[in-house]
């Protein structure tokens, strides 16, 4: 185990022990191909399940797992029409299960998250009965300063850039690579989050934080 690994490896222990802390789920895995059966095997069968737009979920291959499930799928991601996608998305607040990445994790045990339109951050707060999140171990961060400027420095650009806006539509990051703090309606950045836990719902979000860099 080369020196990176070993910090990552104490760095994930104390996250493990702070969300246990928090009324938050954690395992940890070396690699996606030990964490996605895992993850797939907290599903049951038939369940309603809801997506979040995440990079981590395709390069896990847990969307095309869960596209093969025997579940009811619900990926807005998949649905070109606004509309319909918008109608989805407030559909997964009823869902059984809600499977999401997340933007940072603080060392603390907190689930640090920005959201365009807040449908992602809602769902991860209240709604779905289960929330399963997956993330590599770059998303973790000593702090919320930390995970804010994470978001500001490379999930908010790199994610701007990734959706591919149109013209009149694409956030100055988008074009920069760096934040300007930029406005409605332009902004992708509406809905800051802070997860500190679960009052009394113990078991309702798990997280399985993963070996590798994943996802933005």
């Given amino acids: ?42 599903i049951p069968k038939g369940a309603v399940v809801g997506l979040g737009d995440s990079l981590t979920l395709r390069q896990t291959g847990i969307v095309a797992a869960l596209e093969k499930a025997d579940c009811r799928l619900l990926n807005p991601w998949a649905e070109p029409d606004l509309e319909r996608r918008i109608a989805l998305q407030r559909q997964i607040f009823t869902a059984d299960v809600f499977v999401v990445g997340t933007n940072a994790i603080t060392q603390e045990g907190e689930l640090i998250n920005m959201d365009g339109r807040g449908n992602r951050v809602a769902a991860m707060i209240f709604g779905p009965q289960k929330v399963l999140v997956v993330a590599g171990v770059n998303k973790i961060v000593k702090d919320r300063e930390n995970g804010f400027r994470r978001i500001r420095e490379i999930a908010g650009p790199a994610n701007a850039r990734r959706l591919e806006f149109p013209e009149d539509r694409r956030p100055p990051c988008a074009v920069t690579g760096f934040c300007s703090d930029c406005k409605p309606p332009l902004t992708i950045c509406s809905a800051l989050t802070v997860l500190r836990g679960h009052r009394v719902d113990k078991d309702r979000i798990t997280v399985f934080l993963l070996g590798e860099e994943l996802g933005l």
């Fill in 1 to 42: 185990m080369n020196g990176q690994q070993w910090l990552h490896e104490k760095w994930t222990e104390k996250v493990l022990r702070n969300l246990k802390k928090n009324f938050i789920n954690g395992f940890a895995f070396p690699s996606a191909q030990e964490a996605v059966p895992e993850v797939l095997a907290r």
